[in-house]
């Protein structure tokens, strides 16, 4: 981990949050950040962008390992990870501003669907680092490597279906002009776009630079280029900030001195996830320059805050972790000669029929129970019953996460019989 310019960076937010209070004193909105009237719109703002983040992380890291991109596990355990404690300060938000973000029941049953989701990724993010700890137990490692793929099967759909209720249900009560099938598609897009720039920003961190992440996120820039001149084209309505700051300056990574530069790249993330805070602004105001022409040292303070407390949260516990992370070797995803305990999968490249691979074999069980689950879940809980496909997802990853250890305590108890 570079020290220095995660130093620097935790640094210049203090400096930058102790600048924004002291001029929110003077410009009087200091009351702002201390009462909780419910007329202040912008923690709402930050709740909804907070709120995505902690989605990116996990989403970016089931998706990679599903498509077998080899990456190393520190990059799946740091968009993992920052996905926790990208929860961690939008439920801080929630509850130092529970009366500015309210919102109506259906979006409240989503919100605790997201936190279930939490739930699943703290299973997926312990999944990982006990792999890492058992790198010497090649019986461990067997039986945790059979259940990464399964798990992430089981969380990628979850994480799509819970960004599209929370996003439909927001839609159809707080702005019309957002309502629509498509809608889904283009915030599940702009997810995956903060997991791919907050997975660059990272990275720097580290020290590491992943020419294919970049690739991706480049991709991407273009494909949200297009939703964003669409929708504006379309409905005449939309942020042409937020497009500037998430769209257009990205593009600044095609030059090679941008990209190779720590400080131009972390630049261009910062540019993507402000573009994005500009969409949810104008989402929750319906004002494309709300942000600017009311901006004050309160809303600044606040952003400052919500920053600073990510990094001291994340960093905090990167280094409370720092020896599951040091270990470069320790791969996930792919086969390696260095993966330095890693057990190599001898037959992913065998053919299976759809319903006899090892994947299915593993997940068709615990999505049974799940599904069970979901259904007596909803009969019982009718009032409740947008939270049942994702209680049904978490009944199955649990069960999935603890088939390993099932298996392994009884290869043991069967190797002790024999002695």
């Not at 990510?310 to 791969?331: H, K, M, Q, T, Y």
């Not at 490249?349 to 879940?377: T, W």
Request: net charge neutral; aromatic share 16%; charged share 15%.
């Amino acid at each position: 981990m570079n020290n220095k310019v995660v130093t620097i960076v935790f640094i210049g937010l203090c400096l930058l949050l102790l600048l924004s209070v002291g001029g929110s004193f003077w410009d009087g909105s200091f009351d702002l950040i201390l009462h909780n009237s419910g007329n202040w719109k912008s923690p709402k703002t930050h709740f909804i962008f907070w709120i995505g983040m902690s989605q990116a992380g996990v989403l970016l890291s089931a998706f990679l390992l599903i498509m077998k991109v080899k990456i190393h596990r520190r990059t799946s355990l740091l968009l993992e990870l920052s996905s926790l404690c990208s929860l961690v300060v939008a439920f801080v938000l929630s509850l130092v501003y529970s009366r500015s973000i309210q919102m109506n029941g259906y979006v409240h049953s989503d919100v605790y669907s997201i936190g279930i989701v939490g739930f699943m990724s703290l299973l997926f993010f312990v999944t990982h680092l006990v792999a890492a700890d058992s790198a010497e137990d090649v019986a461990l490692c067997k039986e945790l490597a059979k259940i990464r793929r399964p798990l992430a099967w089981i969380i990628l759909p979850t994480v799509f279906w819970v960004v599209s209720e929370f996003a439909l249900d927001f839609a159809r009560h707080e702005n019309s002009i957002w309502q629509g099938a498509f809608f889904p598609l283009y915030v599940v897009a702009i997810v995956f776009y903060m997991g791919l720039a907050s997975s660059i920003a990272l990275l720097s961190f580290e020290n590491y630079y992943n020419r294919m992440i970049e690739r991706f996120l480049m991709l991407c820039s273009w494909f949200v280029s297009l939703l964003f001149l669409w929708l504006i084209l379309l409905k005449g309505e939309g942020s042409l900030s937020a497009f500037v700051f998430a769209c257009a300056i990205p593009q600044l990574m095609l030059f090679l001195s941008v990209r190779e530069n720590l400080w131009g790249r972390l630049l261009v993330v910062s540019s993507i996830l402000f573009g994005v805070l500009l969409k949810c602004d104008f989402v929750v105001n319906h004002n494309d320059y709300h942000f600017f022409s009311n901006a004050t040292f309160a809303n600044a303070s606040l952003m400052f805050a919500c920053g600073t407390l990510f990094v001291a949260i994340f960093f905090g516990v990167r280094f409370l972790l720092s020896r599951f992370f040091e270990n470069d070797e320790i791969l996930m995803g792919e086969e390696s000669d260095s993966s330095d305990g890693e057990v190599v999968e001898v037959d992913e490249k065998r053919y299976y029929s759809p319903f006899s691979a090892p994947e299915f074999k593993v997940v068709r069980l615990p999505v049974l129970c799940g599904v069970l689950a979901a259904v007596a879940y909803g009969f019982f809980s009718s009032d409740w019953i947008v939270l049942a496909g994702p209680f049904g997802a978490y009944v199955s990853c649990l069960l999935v996460s603890l088939q390993p250890f099932v298996r392994f305590a009884f290869s043991r108890k069967r190797q002790g019989g024999r002695k």
